[in-house]
């Protein structure tokens, strides 16, 4: 690992993207996952992977994803060592390994707390994934799925529409995200 990256990973370079271990770590962080599935198993699962990746990226704006087998409770593929901010590449053994599985849940982190990004819908839909989670650095959690695909000039046409009207950038996103959701072209919810 290069000298750059290990600063960039070092505990507590990045105080926004620090997260709260005594929520983490709580029982009422733990019911959220609860509402996952029916499969308690796969449930526990998708949290002990989701703490794992929260504290790796603790403090830093790199991003962690998992894709489960839902019918084995499998791990097949993880990427675990992204270099580049905010964005989960996919490695050619990753693309092999999920192109093998009909039935996976992908689980990932978004350091910057924010809801999942049009890219994550996209990759939802294009993949096939059947459940998709995004796990945020201030213990939000997310499930969604795509119905269709949202060109992504038209995604920030629409937040910037929601900028003007002085909204943050999370809250922007979040109404623009409604927004398609009462189309029907997505499904998302905090859980």
Same mark, same amino acid.
């Given at each position: 690992?290069?000298?750059?990256?290990?600063?960039?990973?070092?505990?507590?370079?990045?105080?926004?993207?620090?997260?709260?271990?005594?929520?983490?770590?709580?029982?009422?962080?733990?019911?959220?996952?609860?509402?996952?599935?029916?499969?308690?198993?796969?449930?526990?699962?998708?949290?002990?992977?989701?703490?794992?990746?929260?504290?790796?990226?603790?403090?830093?704006?790199?991003?962690?994803?998992?894709?489960?087998?839902?019918?084995?409770?499998?791990?097949?593929?993880?990427?675990?060592?992204?270099?580049?901010?905010? %964005?989960?590449?996919?490695? &050619?053994?990753? /693309? =092999?390994?999920? @192109?093998?599985?009909?039935?996976? !849940?992908?689980?990932?982190?978004?350091?910057?707390?924010?809801?999942?990004?049009?890219?994550?819908?996209?990759?939802?839909?294009?993949?096939?994934?059947?459940?998709?989670?995004?796990?945020?650095?201030?213990?939000?959690?997310?499930?969604?799925?795509?119905?269709?695909?949202?060109?992504?000039?038209?995604? %920030?046409?629409?937040?910037? &529409?929601?900028? /003007? =009207?002085?909204? @943050?950038?999370?809250?922007?996103? !979040?109404?623009?995200?409604?927004?398609?959701?009462?189309?029907?072209?997505?499904?998302?919810?905090?859980?």
């Amino acid at each position: 690992m290069d000298s750059e990256l290990q600063e960039k990973q070092r505990y507590g370079r990045n105080k926004e993207t620090i997260i709260n271990h005594s929520f983490i770590n709580s029982g009422e962080y733990r019911k959220k996952y609860d509402e996952i599935s029916d499969d308690k198993e796969l449930n526990r699962k998708i949290y002990q992977i989701a703490k794992k990746m929260l504290m790796h990226r603790s403090g830093t704006l790199l991003e962690d994803m998992y894709w489960i087998d839902i019918d084995s409770l499998e791990i097949v593929a993880s990427e675990t060592t992204q270099k580049e901010e905010c %964005k989960v590449k996919y490695s &050619k053994a990753t /693309k =092999k390994m999920i @192109s093998k599985h009909k039935h996976l !849940l992908t689980i990932h982190t978004h350091p910057q707390s924010m809801s999942p990004s049009i890219g994550d819908f996209s990759s939802a839909l294009k993949n096939k994934y059947q459940i998709s989670l995004v796990c945020c650095h201030d213990g939000k959690l997310y499930i969604y799925n795509s119905k269709k695909y949202i060109i992504e000039m038209f995604y %920030k046409h629409t937040v910037a &529409k929601y900028k /003007k =009207k002085s909204l @943050s950038d999370i809250d922007a996103q !979040l109404c623009a995200l409604n927004e398609f959701q009462k189309n029907g072209d997505i499904s998302f919810k905090e859980v």
